[in-house]
């Protein structure tokens, strides 16, 4: 099992599996909790909401998913084209 923070964002998840260009998302609520009661500023994220396709909304820099992203990070979700939400929140091109 692996335990995922982005670099970035308060932002935890587990994974069964990450390699180059793919990780394997799993839930772990009882890991989840441990660490929420550890920091409530960090969020775990579960299965389906790193599954969440992304969004364009056809216009330059800009998403329909629900996001804080400034203009680089959009910009670069522009090029690599990463097809969920979890792609870019782990990503392998940064």
């Not at 390699?19 to 009661?37: G, P, R, S, V």
């Not at 909401?49 to 969004?55: A, C, G, R, T, V």
Request: aromatic share 14%; glycine share 2%; hydrophobic share 40%.
């Amino acid at each position: 099992m692996y335990i995922l923070l982005n670099a970035a964002y308060p932002f935890f998840a587990f994974a069964s599996k990450v390699e180059y260009m793919t990780i394997e998302f799993m839930d772990h609520q009882e890991l989840a909790n441990e660490i929420i009661a550890l920091n409530k500023d960090y969020r775990v994220l579960t299965t389906s909401e790193l599954h969440e396709p992304i969004q364009p909304d056809g216009r330059k820099y800009l998403l329909r998913n629900e996001n804080t992203l400034n203009k680089d990070e959009i910009q670069n979700i522009l090029y690599w084209k990463p097809q969920t939400v979890g792609e870019v929140i782990y990503n392998y091109w940064d």
